[in-house]
C-alpha cells in the first residue's frame, strides 16, 4: 500500500523503531473521519507515541485536546504548545504540586479521581494552595480496572465533595476507558461493548446532574470501542491511543489489517542457527519490548510479525525467542524442508527486516527517537520522552 | 536486612526506581569473591544497570573490564574511563564503522562473531580502513541462542579466516553465555550446567589452539551458572549482569533470596475496587516492564512483589494485573475475608509500596534514572541511558 523509497533505510543503525507516515496518516485520518461523522470531539491519547511531531498532525486533522497517561507528557505537551489536556490516570496525592504548577502556568489541565478520599485531597490541596482544579470523574463501565460504578453512591458523594469545595475544584465531566474491548475480536461484541461504555458514562453523567450537579463533559473510549460504536448520543467526545501506529494485537482484535500497522523495528540479520531454521538478528525483547499481547489471543506472532523492507508480511516468519539484543526469527509450524532453502543464504548476515511489534505502545517506549519514513521515501528523526 | 531511614523516598516522584546501595554492594561482593576464590578474572555485563555509578562499584570491587550488549553501552562507559570492553553480541556489518571508531579513540574494544561470513566482514572492513579489530568467537554450550558449536568444522574455519587476515583481525578468545540456565532451579541442575558450559567453552579454545591458532581469552558466564560453578579450570574469565540486583527470576532459580533483591520500584496508591480486593497504584507495565519471567516458575509474582517502605516483602501481595500506568495489587490466593480487613483503609490512597520485579534488566530499562538509597538514608540520583 505505500511507494516508499527504502533504500535510505539501510543507513540507520539497528535496532530502530520506524514509523510509516502514510500508514499513520492513513489511521488518523480514519479516525477523525469517523468521529467527525458520529458528531464527537476526538481527544487522542499521546502515550502511545509521546512524541510532538505525532501530535501534531492529530492535532492538525482536527483534534481537540490531549490525552495523557503521566504528568511528565503533560508537561512536554504543553510546552509544545497543547494546552487542553486530560491527565487520564487517577491522581496521587504527592503529585498534585506538580499538577498545579502546570495550571498556574496556563495548561488547561484536568485531573481525576475515583474515590472520595481523592477527591477531598485534591479539595484540600487547592485550598492550601490557592489553585482550582478542573477534575473528572472516572465511571468503571466494564470492570477491567479503575473507576465508580455509575450507579453507586459513591458517585454523587465525590461529585458533592467537588461541589462542597467550589473555591479550589470544580467538575468537568466524566470519562470512562473499556479497556475490556481488548480482549474482544468479533465486530458485534466490539459493538455492544462501544454501546456499554457510551450508557454506561451517560448514565453516570445523568444521574450526576439529576443531583444537580454540572457535568459538561462525558469521554468515552479505547481504540476498540471508537472504531466500533455506531451512535454516540450523550457522549461529547471520544479518546483512544494507539491506533495511530496500531500493532499485532489490534489486528487480532479485527480493528485493523496488518497492512494498516505503522510502527516497525528495523533490524539487522547477525547469525544463524541452520539446523533449527533460526535467523539471529539484532532487536531482541529490549526492542520489542517484552509486551506478547497476541500470546492469547487467535494469532499468536511470538515478539512480531516480520515484514521486508517495504513492509510487506513475509509470510510465517515471526520473532519467535527474544533475549536482550537478540531475536530468534523462524518460520511458524516449522522451517522449510525444500532441499534448495539455505536458510543462510536466503537472510544473510547484514539483511534487514521491518518487524510488526505486538504492541506499539510498549515498543515505542523503548527507543528514544522514531525514524519517520516519509512518503518520498526520506526519513526523519522524531524524539520521544520517556519516564516520569 | 537494610537499617535505611526511609522517610525521604516520599519526596520522590512516583514511579520511581530505588536501588538499595547496601543489598547491592552484598550482591558485588558475593560474586567478586567467589570468581577470586575461583581463579578467574570477572568481567560484569553492565547492560543490566547501564550506569556508570554501579560498574564503577563494580570496578572497585576488583573487575576487570566490562561486558556490553551494544555499542551505545560500549561509548557510554567507555567515555566515563572503561577502557577493556567485551561487546557480546555478535557484530552486524552495519556496526563495524562504530566499532572501529571506538578502537581508533583508543579503546580496547573485542567484537563477537559466530559465522565464517561475518569474521570476513570485519576482515575485509579492518582491511579497507585500516583498523584492526580484536574478535572473540562465540560459542554455543548450550542450545538455547548464538554461537558455533565446539565440536564444529565452522569453529576452526572461523579461526583460520581471522589468521588469514592477520593485518586486520586477531582472535582474542572465544566466549559463551549459557543462557540455558535461567530454566533450571536446583543447585544440582545449575553446577551441572556451569561445568557444560565451562568444559564445552574450554573444548573450543583447546581445538583452536590444536590447529594451531593462538586462544588467549576463555570467557564463560550468566548469573546461574557464575555462582553455581565449583571449577573453572581452564576459564580466563567469568561474565555475569543480573546479579547486581538480582531478581524474582534469580530468586526462583534458587541464587538469591527475595531479601538480596536491590531494585524496586517505588508506587503511589491512586484507587481500590474494593469488592475485588485490588488497590490500584501507579507503577504499570511502563514501569515495570512487561516482563513476566516468573510466569512459568515455580512462584509466579505477577508483576512483581509488594513490599514496605523498608523492603520487607507484604506476604502474598503482587502487583497481578498492569496496565500502562495502572498496577493492580491483590492477595494471591484471593482477598483477605477478615471482616476488620478494609483494604481502603489498610492500603490507603497516597500510601506508598515498593515493588520487587520479574527481570531487574528489564525493568530498570524504563526509567532515565535510578534513586540510590544509601545506608543513611540518604537518596542519590544515578543516570542510566538507553537506546542504540
Redesign the interface.
Known amino acids: 500500500m505505500n511507494t516508499l523509497v527504502t533504500h535510505t533505510l539501510?543507513a540507520i543503525?539497528?535496532?530502530?523503531a520506524i514509523i510509516d507516515v502514510g500508514r499513520m496518516q492513513n489511521n488518523i485520518a480514519r479516525m477523525q473521519d469517523r468521529m467527525t461523522m458520529l458528531g464527537v470531539k476526538f481527544r487522542p491519547h499521546v502515550?502511545t507515541a509521546k512524541c510532538i511531531e505525532v501530535a501534531q498532525l492529530q492535532k492538525d486533522a482536527g483534534a481537540t485536546g490531549i490525552t495523557v497517561?503521566?504528568l511528565k507528557e503533560a508537561e512536554q505537551f504543553f510546552a509544545a504548545g497543547f494546552t487542553d489536556i486530560l491527565y487520564a490516570?487517577?491522581?496521587?496525592?504527592?503529585?498534585l504540586p506538580?499538577a498545579a504548577a502546570l495550571i498556574a502556568k496556563g495548561c488547561s489541565l484536568k485531573v481525576l479521581v475515583?474515590?472520595i478520599?481523592?477527591a477531598r485531597?485534591v479539595a484540600t490541596y487547592g485550598q492550601a494552595n490557592t489553585v482550582k482544579f478542573e477534575v473528572w470523574i472516572e465511571i468503571?463501565t466494564d470492570g477491567h480496572?479503575?473507576g465508580v460504578k455509575p450507579d453507586s453512591d459513591t458517585l454523587i458523594l465525590i461529585g458533592r465533595e467537588l461541589a462542597n469545595s467550589s473555591t479550589s475544584a470544580t467538575l468537568g465531566g466524566v470519562m470512562t476507558h473499556a479497556?475490556g474491548s481488548y480482549a474482544l475480536n468479533t465486530p458485534e461484541s466490539l459493538a455492544a461493548m462501544a454501546e456499554q461504555e457510551r450508557s454506561r458514562c451517560v448514565r453516570a453523567a445523568v444521574r450526576l446532574r439529576d443531583a444537580g450537579l454540572a457535568c459538561p463533559n462525558v469521554s468515552v473510549g479505547s481504540t476498540p470501542t471508537a472504531l466500533s460504536a455506531t451512535a454516540l448520543d450523550g457522549v461529547t467526545e471520544v479518546r483512544a491511543g494507539v491506533y495511530v501506529f496500531f500493532d499485532l494485537v489490534m489486528a487480532n482484535v479485527g480493528v485493523c489489517s496488518i497492512e494498516d500497522v505503522a510502527l516497525s523495528v528495523l533490524t539487522?540479520?547477525?547469525?544463524?542457527?541452520a539446523d533449527k531454521g533460526w535467523v539471529?538478528v539484532?532487536a531482541g525483547?529490549?526492542?520489542m519490548?517484552?509486551?506478547?499481547g497476541t500470546q492469547s489471543q487467535s494469532v499468536d506472532y511470538g515478539y512480531g510479525q516480520v515484514c521486508d523492507l517495504q513492509g510487506n508480511p513475509i509470510e510465517g516468519y515471526c520473532l519467535s525467542?527474544a533475549?536482550?539484543?537478540?531475536g530468534?526469527m523462524s518460520k511458524s509450524g516449522g522451517q522449510n524442508n525444500d532441499p534448495n532453502f539455505h536458510i543462510?543464504k536466503i537472510f544473510?548476515?547484514?539483511m534487514q527486516f521491518l518487524v510488526l511489534p505486538n504492541?506499539a505502545?510498549?515498543t515505542g517506549?523503548?527507543?528514544?527517537?522514531y525514524q519517520a519514513r516519509n512518503f518520498d521515501g526520506s526519513i526523519e528523526t522524531w524524539p520521544r520522552f520517556?519516564?516520569?
Open positions: 539501510t543503525e539497528t535496532p530502530a502515550k497517561s503521566t490516570v487517577c491522581i496521587a496525592p504527592n503529585k506538580q475515583d474515590s478520599d481523592a485531597a468503571d480496572r479503575s479497556g539487522t540479520v547477525i547469525g544463524h542457527q539471529i539484532d525483547w529490549m526492542a519490548s517484552r509486551d506478547r525467542g533475549n536482550q539484543e537478540h530468534i543462510v544473510p548476515v547484514g504492541h505502545c510498549a517506549a523503548q527507543f528514544p527517537a520517556y519516564g516520569w
